[in-house]
């Protein structure tokens, strides 16, 4: 993006709505949904996260702490600040997913409910590959290593929805384990997976997108 910090930017050039406050605005608006913690960067002083949200759906249960040097760092973090709200379950969305839609919101709070763990995935539409090491004589050459069946993959959206003791437990081992080894986990459904268990899919939705490219903003 430039340089730039994604979730500030406007959704849409010349309007006020920036991307972290539709993505806000989705959960806000959710009768389902209780308090909601922001985690910023933890060196930003001046408040532009939260003028970046609609001051409308703003509450007295709406946080923004400081997270972490990882995403998952940022995520512990939040789930220690959710505890004194002793919640049941917690649902772990990305800033830069602006288009979440309420319908999804409520799919993943049932299922969370019924699976402990699940998170919104969709099929693979092209034809992945495992890529190898570089070969000798080919320094700007990768080469494929194995071809991977598409039906078997999903790419991973958020909200990630999850059991709120366990998931935060699973928080926990995990960061034993990135001070123990050189390792960083990608997503909570990782988290999970390996310290608690298995973890639902329900259909995503292609329109949940998350902002990656300047292109990808309207």
């Known amino acids: 993006m430039g340089g730039e910090k994604k979730e500030y930017l406007p959704l849409v050039k010349g309007k006020p709505l920036t991307v972290l406050g ?3 605005g989705a959960f806000a608006s959710c009768p389902e949904i209780g308090p909601i913690v922001i985690t910023v960067p933890p060196d930003e002083k001046n408040g532009e996260a939260k003028a970046c949200l ?23 973090k939040a789930l220690l600040f959710l505890k004194k709200y002793n919640p049941s379950h917690v649902l772990i969305h990305d800033g830069a997913r602006p288009w979440i839609k309420q319908d999804l919101i409520v799919k993943i709070i049932e299922a969370a409910i019924k699976y402990r763990a699940v998170i919104p995935a969709l099929p693979l539409l092209e034809t992945p590959k495992k ?5 000798p004589g080919f320094p700007d ?15 991973a959206q958020t909200p990630q929805g999850f059991a709120f003791a366990e998931i935060l437990a699973a928080h926990e081992k995990a960061r034993e384990r990135e001070e123990a080894e050189n390792f960083e986990y990608t997503d909570d459904a ?29």
């Not at 609609?54 to 512990?76: A, F």
């Not at 890529?131 to 070969?135: D, R, S």
């Not at 050459?141 to 790419?155: C, D, G, K, S, V």
């Open 131 to 135: 890529i190898g090491t570089i070969e």
């Open 22 to 24: 539709a993505a806000f």
């Open 141 to 155: 050459t990768m080469f494929i290593n194995q071809h991977l069946r598409r039906e078997e993959l999903y790419t």
């Open 54 to 76: 609609p001051h409308e759906l703003l509450s007295n249960r709406t946080d923004l702490i400081p997270g972490g040097l990882t995403r998952r760092s940022s995520v512990h």
């Open 190 to 218: 990782e988290v999970w997976g390996e310290f608690i268990g298995q973890v639902a899919i329900i259909p995503g939705d292609p329109a949940n997108r998350k902002v990656t490219f300047p292109e990808d903003l309207i």
